[in-house]
């Protein structure tokens, strides 16, 4: 079993690069620790809005544009869907978890600076808080404590549909805050990052703002900015959010396991291009700090070939690059 440790006193670099071998456990009971303090009364319900309105907007603008506008994708839709799906999903995969949550590399400030705010176009939350979670994640992996494994329901079918729709999107409405004080305290401590963590309200804003602009310059119309804030802004955001909330999900309950690891992850390769890599996620909690997910003949990481090319031009540097499977 990992060992407890006091608030405040986590080694980061062991719970976020060490894999100890544990029978999977599927009782959830209490968390293994006290959990800091609950938000107050209208931050939660604030907090718990703003997710709905993430979970289920996308899904009424979505039928409002077909139904009722009846106004279709353009090439130009599409464009600026894919190139703002690369930038913020990589900000994501590159950034938030392969950089800041695991230090799979070293960065240059400048893109240690860009991928925070590419990741945080991709409106997941915070930086510090996302990388709270995934470290709180792989410390408690499938066991009490986890915040969004999908065995916490047991192992009937009841339980495993219950616990698969709550590791999707339902943990995101849970009341259990994690501290960053105990999971993130070296990004406290970067002033960077503090400060890009501050910004991410504006940022997430950003995220919409920037195809609808997009759209008014390369069109001059507000139909044309309309269509791409749909598009390029609303879907797009939440093709992103599902396919790493996907990761949480089905990446714990479907797959293959070619790696002995002490929990349910599993290789989804359905999901290896939206995820940008990250479906390969039996490998990434066998070697949680490895550069490289898609480790095997044909698991296509446009990530991993990224953080190649960052290293390469000097940008990246100490990258974790263990030998293949």
Request: glycine share 8%; hydrophobic share 45%; aromatic share 10%.
């Amino acid at each position: 079993m990992l060992r407890e440790v006091g608030l405040g006193m986590l080694d980061v670099h062991e719970a976020t690069t060490s894999v100890e071998k544990r029978a999977p456990s599927e009782e959830f009971g209490p968390p293994p620790s006290t959990p800091p303090a609950s938000p107050g009364r209208a931050t939660a319900v604030f907090q718990r809005a703003f997710t709905a309105l993430l979970v289920i907007g996308p899904v009424v603008a979505l039928t409002f544009a077909l139904v009722l506008w009846r106004h279709h994708l353009t090439l130009l839709d599409i464009t600026l869907a894919v190139v703002l799906y690369s930038i913020s999903g990589h900000g994501v995969t590159i950034g938030y978890h392969r950089l800041f949550t695991h230090r799979s590399f070293t960065a240059k400030r400048p893109l240690k600076i860009a991928l925070a705010l590419a990741g945080s176009l991709a409106v997941e939350g915070s930086l510090v808080g996302w990388v709270a979670n995934h470290r709180r994640h792989h410390m408690f992996s499938d066991r009490a404590g986890d915040p969004h494994s999908p065995h916490r329901y047991g192992p009937g079918a009841w339980g495993q549909l219950r616990g698969l729709a709550y590791a999707h999107v339902g943990w995101l409405f849970a009341a259990e805050p994690t501290s960053a004080e105990r999971f993130a305290p070296d990004l406290q401590r970067d002033r960077d990052v503090k400060l890009i963590d501050k910004l991410f309200p504006a940022l997430a804003v950003a995220s919409f703002a920037l195809p609808f602009a997009a759209g008014w310059l390369l069109t001059r119309s507000i139909t044309g900015a309309l269509s791409a804030l749909l598009w390029a802004g609303v879907v797009r955001v939440a093709l992103l959010h599902h396919a790493t909330w996907s990761v949480n999900s089905v990446c714990h309950m479907f797959g293959r396991q070619p790696l002995a690891v002490s929990d349910h992850s599993a290789n989804f390769a359905p999901l290896a291009v939206l995820s940008m890599g990250e479906s390969w996620h039996n490998y990434h909690h066998a070697h949680p700090s490895s550069a490289r997910h898609g480790a095997g003949r044909g698991q296509l990481d446009s990530s991993a070939a990224m953080i190649r090319m960052f290293e390469k031009a000097g940008w990246a540097t100490k990258v974790h690059w263990p030998p293949r499977p």
